[in-house]
């Protein structure tokens, strides 16, 4: 056996035993037994309890109102709550296992989306590392912090596909491509439940929203979505089904109705698909009030309904609603809803208390807050994850120099209102994260720098005055280049409820940059957003530009040295950058017309009909500005072309399990400085029953490269990678023209040509 042969089976082992313990939760004889026993204690008042969710502390929407918890908890009426941490939290497991009759202690759950008081990159901006290791490490430093103040279940990830930028909540995934969101997924769920749910610092995740609510119609937050079967199976459903098979303990049903079926009483995605298909045993809670929201859509008059239809379509959980506590009772009595129902869901609820061991040690070890929190180690990791998820988005020369990194010895305006807001820089969803925790691109630039720094507002985030514009131009005069932090509002702007129908930089933030470099001084535009934002005017004018996100609390120092070269940014895209809104929703996979137009000259009118009567617009080119995928580096990268081991394979051996083939590529740092570089496959399918996308990603790696290094890049190409929903709605391979793309983004590169005979 050569060593690499015995390298690749102790990966191999390494992750059955991963995937082993992924499922044994969810099947250990002793504690379905544990279940048994208590089922067969618990009234019917009991059971419907552990059905109960509520927001015991501060409020991220509508709620019942009530605030009688200690009684509830005492009396066995509630299953979770959640806004309650430290010893708050412990006060009310003590209530739960001492005074209630059955000991049953609460599951406490809290929105950790980005880091807990550590916080990392929004998860838009993480997802743009392209390195599921990074991911995973953000997570785990989550769960170490979150489970110290008594939280044992975040509500993340959110692996909703995105594909339209005004959606507010695109910040809170991984973008448009459900290969690469698969496998955020997965680094998600790893990283938060660990090795061992039970361990004290570990915490349940909850894959969201169940599902579709990436597509809300016109971006609008909470809107309808309409889905087609095959789109959903292939598109929105596999991240979900991705961090399902690496163990996660739940998941949350979706604000959004599907196909005229709100998605929180949807018995197609969450009995057949979820439970039956899957063989999903972990519990399924409603997002806030989405259970009562079903009234609103339309298919309940009143609650009880609302309530019977979510309880047997597959909500075990009713966050918030109060809906189940009082009706259940009442439709179970009346023979509407099946006592077999209740009991599967108060299993399934068990079953993720006793995975996290609360039955055996309920209270959270509050002395470890000491040394978590923002701890050396996780500060290190928020920093490294904030470097690695910039990316370059142009950086042209003047006097053939490259404009990035700065100049040591440059004297540097630093102007805009996102220069120096810790507050933004945390970015929304940031639990316990304070703005205090957070260090500004001014602060740091100013230790660096000292006099060497010249520092103007400029403008405020939203608004009209142009007060500050004199004090902004006269500093980009004193400076020998300027740095231009403009952006969104994190809190306002992106999230939750943070739709935008309009993608430019908003107020007169432009405005401010067209000033600014009018003045002669070249100008580094460093944008912080939750978003892809409209940069066609800076996109022209601008010689640098650099996306940001909201970058954490080491936005500062993540931001100087990368600045400065000290960190070679190495970013990609995880979503289509914009010419204009109107192009919305934008995403690189897009499905071939009949009649195709690439981008044309739109300035001046088609003269023919064979120009004119394309899919196209009349007044912008339909690429996008920056495409999925795209990033620039301090360095250069050159592409070999790609090597197939087979020029042809057959469908039915990919679909009988035979292996497929191995696709290369090498890739030469051609430039003078050490880089990262994210190497891309992309296929195209021709000839199947369906039309495929124009290109789908299907493998990525990244590599370190010293300047004139080569590296032989290989990725397999078989039947995961081939199979999709056919015409007969059967996952399989089809014969077909393949072409194969390796290169650094979605556009770029020459193919391969393969036959899937």
């Known amino acids: 056996m050569t060593w690499r042969v015995r390298k690749l089976t102790v990966i191999a082992i390494c992750l059955l035993s991963l995937s082993a313990w992924a499922q044994n939760w969810t099947n250990d004889p002793k504690t379905e037994k544990r279940i048994d026993s208590l089922l067969k204690q618990m009234t019917l008042e009991e059971k419907i309890g552990q059905v109960n969710q509520y927001s015991a502390g501060t409020p991220t929407g509508p709620g019942t109102g009530r605030t009688d918890y200690d009684d509830m908890v005492a009396k066995g009426e509630v299953g979770s709550l959640f806004n309650v941490t430290g010893q708050k939290a412990n006060d009310f497991q003590k209530i739960a296992v001492e005074k209630s009759r059955l000991k049953i202690p609460l599951i406490i759950g809290l929105d950790v989306i980005h880091g807990y008081r550590t916080i990392f990159p929004v998860p838009l901006g993480i997802s743009a590392t392209w390195d599921p290791a990074v991911v995973e490490k953000a997570a785990r430093v989550s769960a170490e912090e979150a489970s110290a103040d008594g939280v044992r279940w975040t509500f993340s990830p959110m692996v909703d596909i995105a594909r339209d930028a005004r959606w507010g909540r695109i910040t809170e995934g991984a973008g448009e491509d459900t290969y690469l969101g698969s496998a955020i997924a997965r680094a998600y769920v790893r990283g938060y439940q660990g ?16 599902v579709g609510y990436g597509a809300a119609e016109g971006g609008r937050d909470y809107n309808t979505t309409e889905i087609p079967e095959r789109l959903l199976r292939q598109v929105y459903l596999p991240p979900f089904h991705a961090g399902i098979e690496e163990g996660s303990a739940t998941v949350m049903s979706a604000f959004n109705s599907l196909n005229e079926i709100p998605a929180s009483s949807n018995a197609f995605t969450l009995d057949q698909i979820l439970l039956k298909e899957w063989n999903f045993r972990g519990m399924v809670v409603s997002d806030w009030t989405s259970i009562a929201e079903t009234i609103n859509h339309g298919i309940a008059n009143d609650g009880a309904t609302a309530a019977r239809k979510s309880f047997l379509a597959g909500v075990d959980m009713d966050m918030e609603a109060n809906l189940y506590w009082t009706n259940l009772a009442n439709e179970i009595k009346a023979g509407r809803v099946p006592m077999a129902r209740l009991d599967e869901a108060v299993r399934r609820i068990l079953r993720v208390k006793f995975a996290l061991g609360l039955f055996d040690h309920p209270y959270a070890d509050l002395s470890r807050t000491n040394t978590v929190m923002l701890s050396a180690d996780h500060l290190a990791a928020a920093k490294m994850a904030a470097e690695k998820s910039f990316v370059l988005l142009k950086d042209d020369s003047i006097n053939q120099v490259p404009v990035l990194p700065l100049k040591a010895d440059a004297k540097v305006a630093l102007i805009g209102p996102l220069a120096d807001s810790a507050q933004d820089m945390i970015g929304s969803w940031s639990a316990a994260g304070q703005a205090k925790d957070a260090i500004t691109l001014r602060k740091s630039l100013t230790e660096k720098l000292g006099g060497k720094l010249v520092y103007a507002k400029g403008t405020d985030i939203v608004g009209e005055s142009e007060e500050g514009f004199a004090e902004a131009t006269q500093a980009a005069q004193q400076a020998d280049v300027v740095v231009m932090a403009l952006g969104e509002d994190a809190q306002w702007m992106t999230g939750e409820a943070g739709s935008r129908s309009e993608l430019g930089l908003p107020g007169n933030q432009e405005k401010l940059l067209e000033a600014v470099e009018a003045t002669g001084k070249p100008v580094v535009l460093v944008v912080f957003s939750g978003r892809p934002v409209v ?41 289509s950058f914009p010419r204009s809104v109107g192009q919305e929703p934008l995403y690189y996979n897009q499905l071939p017309t009949g009649r195709p137009a690439g981008d044309i000259d739109l300035s001046k009118p088609p003269t023919d009909g064979a120009t004119k009567y394309k899919s196209r617009y009349i007044d912008q080119m339909n690429s996008a500005l920056y495409p999925f995928g795209y990033g620039l580096s301090y360095t250069t990268f050159e592409y070999s072309p790609v090597s197939l081991s087979a020029s042809t394979m057959t469908a039915a051996d990919l679909n009988a399990g035979k292996p497929g083939i191995t696709v290369t590529a090498e890739v030469t740092n051609s430039g003078k400085v050490a880089g990262e570089e994210v190497v891309q496959m992309y296929i195209n399918l021709r000839g199947t029953s369906v039309s495929r996308p124009v290109r789908e990603l299907k493998g990525f790696q990244k590599v370190m490269l010293q300047p004139g290094e080569k590296k032989k890049v290989t990725f397999t190409l078989g039947r995961d990678e081939l199979a999709f929903w056919n015409i007969d709605m059967k996952d399989v391979v089809e014969p077909a023209a393949v072409k194969v793309w390796v290169a650094g983004n979605s556009v770029d590169g020459q193919p391969a040509v393969l036959t899937v005979q």
Not at 195 to 210: E, P, Q, V
Not at 535 to 541: I, K, P, V
Not at 543 to 559: D, H, M, R, S
Request: glycine letters at 10%; proline letters at 7%; hydrophobic letters at 40%.
């Open 535 to 575: 940069l066609d005017w800076a996109s022209g004018h601008v010689p640098a530009i650099l996306e940001a996100w909201f970058p954490g609390v080491q936005a500062g120092p993540a931001l100087t040295e990368t600045l400065y070269g000290q960190n070679n940014p190495g970013g990609k895209l995880t979503t």
């Open 195 to 210: 090795t061992n749910l039970a361990n004290a610092d570990s915490i349940a995740a909850c894959l969201k929203h169940f």
